[in-house]
Structures are given as structure tokens and as C-alpha cells.
């Protein structure tokens, strides 16, 4: 049985459930992910901790209270001509993955976001063929200039 909780601005995670999806987000990204303090200022902005337009945290457990995956949403505030919606994280506990959790989850999701979505993943990402199956399409080629500070 899979079990969600999905936590925003208005329902937002005790500090322990925050710190064991932050715990999660970091293990199961693997490769994917960022250090920690990314993923939680993500978390802050999907809380409103930040000056933000929110969005979500979305959280699956098995019948052990166990977490099995989770997504985070920020919403970019820019709807006509940007996504209204950016996923920035989502991952599935290793131990469940091809156990179709992913795909709920992304399901879950397009169906709590208000407006499009958009999101960033690295082509040799497997998750890409879950991403084009559930209806996300290439549509530009991101370039990125980092400045040094």
C-alpha cells in the first residue's frame, strides 16, 4: 500500500519529517542530487520560508511509515511565458524502484500543480523515459553561465 502526505505553506512538515525527507532527497537523488543545503532551501521555498510563491512537498510511505519517494514543487511565479511550475526534486527509495512509485508520484503531482510544469534532467538520467511516459517534452536546450563569486 502506498500512503501520501503532501505538505506546503498551509500544512507544513514537523521538523522531523522535514529533516527525514531532507535525509532522503540527499541518499536517494544519488548522482542526480545537490548537498543538502540546496535541497532544503528548495524545501523553504515550497514552505514559504523564503520570499516565495510556495509550492509542495509531496511524500509517499509504505505501510511502515517508511518513505518510498518524494517531490518538491516550486511554484516561479511566471505563468504565460515561464512553467508556473518547476519539479525540482524527485526520488524514489532505491530498495522500491521499477515498483512503479515514480510514476504515481509524477502523476500525483501534475494533478496538485496548479499551471505547467517544467524540469531539469540530464539526458543520460534514466528517469527521462518515466518523465516522456507520463507527457513532459524536450522543449529547449538549457544554457547556463555560472558566474564566480
Excluded at 69 to 95: C, F, Q, R, W
Aim: glycine share 8%; no cysteine; hydrophobic share 35%.
Amino acid at each position: 500500500m502506498l500512503i501520501t502526505k503532501v505538505f506546503s505553506s498551509t500544512h507544513k512538515p514537523k521538523k522531523e519529517e522535514r529533516e527525514r525527507v531532507l535525509e532522503f532527497l540527499f541518499k536517494h537523488l544519488g548522482e542526480y542530487g545537490d548537498p543538502i543545503p540546496d535541497i532544503d532551501k528548495s524545501i523553504g521555498y515550497a514552505l514559504e520560508e523564503y520570499k516565495s510563491f510556495g509550492g509542495f512537498i509531496l511524500v509517499s510511505y509504505n505501510d511502515n511509515a517508511e518513505i518510498t519517494g518524494a517531490v518538491i514543487v516550486n511554484k516561479t511565479g511566471m505563468k504565460g511565458y515561464i512553467p508556473d511550475n518547476i519539479l525540482v526534486y524527485i526520488a524514489t527509495h532505491e530498495d522500491y524502484r521499477g515498483q512503479g512509485i515514480g510514476k504515481k508520484l509524477m502523476l500525483e503531482t501534475i494533478r496538485l500543480a496548479d499551471g505547467d510544469i517544467a524540469l531539469h534532467a540530464e539526458p543520460h538520467n534514466p528517469a527521462v523515459f518515466l518523465y516522456e511516459k507520463v507527457g513532459f517534452k524536450t522543449k529547449y536546450k538549457e544554457m547556463r553561465y555560472i558566474k564566480n563569486n
